[in-house]
C-alpha cells in the first residue's frame, strides 16, 4: 500500500501531532512537498503532504487562513504538516480552526524533526510500495504464464481476475464473449458488445474505460493482436482505479493472450497456401489428393457436405472473414478460408449448416440493413457482394463453386449483398429480365414490330404476345383478341416477314416471349 498520513503519524521516529482532520488519516500520500509561498496552488497536482513553517503568512489572522486552507483543500491537497518552534512555538488557533472546518489533516512537526526527514519517510515508502507492486507482479505474470500454458484463456481470465479482485472476459474477432471469470461475468461482459466493436475500429493496441452512473463498476477495454484489426479484446471491470499491481498483472496478461491468439505471420501464411493448394485440387475433381494435402488440417470438412462462399470487395473482406472464423472457431468447426490472388474475392469452404456459413448470412444481412438505413458503419466493406452455393459433396466442388459464383453475379446486378443459389433455383427467371443488357436485346428485337403498330397499319405485338401465351392456338388466341382467326394468320404472317424469321423455330418463339417480357416488366 502507499503510505498514508496515517502511517506517517505512527512513524516513530517523526513524533507528529495530529491537530485536525482525525478521521482522514487514511488517504495516500503521493509526495511530501515544502513551500513557504503564500499560495502554493499553482504548484501542486494533488495527493501532496504540504510542509510549511508560515515564514510569509499570518497563521493567526482567522480571515487569511480559512483563504489558505480553502484553497489548498480544493487543489487536492491531502495534509498539511505545521513545523512548531520556527516562527510559532505553537500551531496557531486560526490555523487549526480552518483546517478543522475544510476537513483538511493537520500535523504538527515538533522542531526537531526536519523536513527533510518527513520527505525521505514518504520516498521510501513509495519506493517499498513499487518494489512490493513490481514483485508481486512478477509472481502474476508467473502464475498467469502457468495457467495460460496448462488451462489455456479459461485459467488465464480466472488468475487475472483474482489478482485485480474484479472480472475479466475475451472476447473473439465478431466481439462475442468466449470466456469469462467469475462465471457470472459473462452476462456482464455480453452488456460491452456495442464498445468493444468501437474499440475494434481502432487500430491496435487500443484501450477505452467504460463507466459511469449506469454502470456498477469501472470496466477497463483492451484489444488483443497486433494487425489493424484487433484479433480479439479483454474486458476488465472493477471497483476502482487498478493499482501498480493489479497493471503489472493486467498488461501480463495482454502480451500473453496476445500470444496465445495471435498466429505469426508466417504460419498463418503457410496454412492460406495449403488451403490454396487444397482448394485448386478440389476444384480439379481431385479430392483424394485434397485430403492428402490437408491431413488433419480441415478435419472431415472435406467429407462432409459444405457450401462454397464467394466474397468479394474491392476494399477488403476482413469483416466477413473475422466473423466466419471466429464463429467456426467458437462452434468447433473446421473452415476454408483462402483470398483469392486479386486479393479482392474470398473463398470460403464451410460445413453445410454449420455456424460458419450461418455467420456469413448473418454478416451479410448486417450490412444489408446498415447500408439500406445508410449508417456510418455501412462505409467499410459498403461494396461486399456475397454469392452462396447449394449443399455439394466431396466431388462436386468445381459445381459449388460455379453455383456462388452464379449467385454472386445475380447479387451483383441486383444489388444485393447475399444471393444464395438455391433461391435462384427456387425461384422465377423472369426477375432476371431485368438487366439492362436483356432489356436492350428484347429493344432491338421487337422494334420494328412497335414501329409498324405506331403507323396505326396493326396491332403485331399484341397479336404475337396472344398467340405465344395460347402456344399458337389459332381459334383461342383469336379469340383473346376478338378478331378472326384468318386476321390473326396474317397478323402473324406479317411478323415474320418484318423479323425475317420463322415463328415454326422454337428458339425464335422463346426469344420473343422472353423479349415480350422483359420490355412488360420495364
Not at 489493424?228 to 501480463?252: D, F, I, N, Q
Not at 428484347?442 to 396472344?466: K, N, P, Q
Not at 420463322?502 to 423479349?515: F, N
Amino acid at each position: 500500500m502507499p503510505p498514508t498520513l496515517a502511517s506517517l503519524v505512527h512513524h516513530s521516529a517523526l513524533k507528529l501531532t495530529v491537530r485536525a482532520g482525525e478521521g482522514r488519516l487514511d488517504v495516500p500520500v503521493r509526495w511530501a512537498h515544502v513551500s513557504e509561498l503564500a499560495d502554493p496552488v499553482p504548484y501542486m497536482e494533488g495527493g501532496e503532504l504540504l510542509l510549511i513553517t508560515a515564514l510569509k503568512l499570518d497563521a493567526e489572522n482567522p480571515e487569511a487562513m480559512r483563504r489558505y486552507v480553502r484553497r489548498l483543500a480544493g487543489a487536492g491537497v491531502v495534509g498539511l504538516g505545521f513545523a512548531v518552534g520556527v516562527n510559532y512555538d505553537e500551531t496557531p488557533k486560526a490555523l487549526v480552526d480552518a483546517a478543522e472546518a475544510e476537513g483538511l489533516p493537520l500535523l504538527e512537526v515538533p522542531r526537531r524533526t526536519p523536513f527533510l526527514a518527513i520527505t525521505k519517510a514518504v520516498s521510501a515508502a513509495i519506493a517499498a510500495d513499487q518494489y512490493r507492486a513490481v514483485t508481486a507482479g512478477f509472481a502474476a505474470q508467473r502464475e498467469l504464464t502457468r495457467q495460460a500454458q496448462s488451462e489455456g484463456p479459461e485459467g488465464l481470465l480466472a488468475v487475472l481476475a483474482a489478482q485485480i479482485d474484479g472480472w475479466a472476459a475475451l472476447y473473439d474477432a465478431s466481439g462475442a464473449v468466449v470466456a469469462a471469470a467469475p462465471e457470472w461475468a459473462g452476462r456482464r461482459a455480453a452488456r460491452l458488445t456495442a464498445d468493444v466493436e468501437r474499440l475494434r475500429e481502432r487500430a491496435a493496441p487500443a484501450s477505452s474505460v467504460v463507466g459511469g452512473p449506469e454502470h456498477e463498476d469501472r470496466v477497463e477495454l483492451h484489444s488483443i493482436g497486433t494487425g489493424r484489426r484487433p484479433r480479439a479484446a479483454l474486458a476488465v471491470g472493477t471497483a476502482a482505479a487498478l493499482g501498480t499491481a493489479e497493471r503489472y498483472a493486467l498488461y501480463s496478461a495482454i502480451a500473453l493472450l496476445t500470444l496465445t491468439t495471435e498466429r505469426s505471420r508466417s504460419l498463418q501464411a503457410a496454412e492460406q497456401r495449403i488451403g490454396a493448394a487444397v482448394l485448386r485440387m478440389l476444384l480439379a475433381g481431385q479430392p483424394d489428393h485434397a485430403r492428402a494435402v490437408a491431413g488433419d488440417l480441415y478435419g472431415g470438412l472435406l467429407d462432409a457436405p459444405y457450401r462454397i462462399v464467394l466474397a468479394e470487395c474491392a476494399s477488403g473482406h476482413a469483416g466477413i472473414a473475422d466473423a466466419v472464423e471466429a464463429a467456426a472457431a467458437r462452434s468447433g468447426e473446421s473452415v476454408l478460408a483462402v483470398p483469392e490472388s486479386d486479393g479482392e474475392r474470398l473463398v470460403v469452404l464451410a460445413a453445410d449448416g454449420g455456424a460458419a456459413v450461418g455467420a456469413c448470412v448473418d454478416y451479410a444481412a448486417a450490412r444489408e440493413t446498415a447500408r439500406a438505413a445508410q449508417e456510418p458503419s455501412a462505409g467499410e466493406e459498403d461494396d461486399l457482394v456475397v454469392g452462396l452455393s447449394a449443399p455439394a459433396g466431396p466431388i462436386a466442388a468445381a459445381g459449388a463453386y460455379k453455383q456462388a459464383e452464379q449467385a454472386l453475379s445475380v447479387a451483383r446486378r441486383r444489388g444485393r449483398v447475399l444471393v444464395e443459389h438455391e433461391q435462384l433455383a427456387a425461384g422465377s427467371v423472369l426477375p432476371l429480365l431485368a438487366d439492362d443488357a436483356v432489356r436492350a436485346f428484347a429493344d432491338g428485337l421487337l422494334r420494328a414490330l412497335h414501329e409498324h403498330d405506331a403507323t396505326g397499319r396493326g396491332d403485331l405485338v399484341a397479336s404475337l404476345r396472344a398467340w405465344l401465351s395460347r402456344h399458337g392456338q389459332w381459334d383461342a388466341a383469336a379469340a383473346d383478341l376478338g378478331v378472326h382467326r384468318h386476321t390473326l394468320r396474317y397478323r402473324m404472317r406479317r411478323v415474320e416477314e418484318i423479323l425475317g424469321r420463322s415463328l415454326d423455330d422454337p428458339d425464335v418463339r422463346m426469344e420473343l416471349w422472353l423479349a415480350l417480357k422483359a420490355t412488360s416488366a420495364e
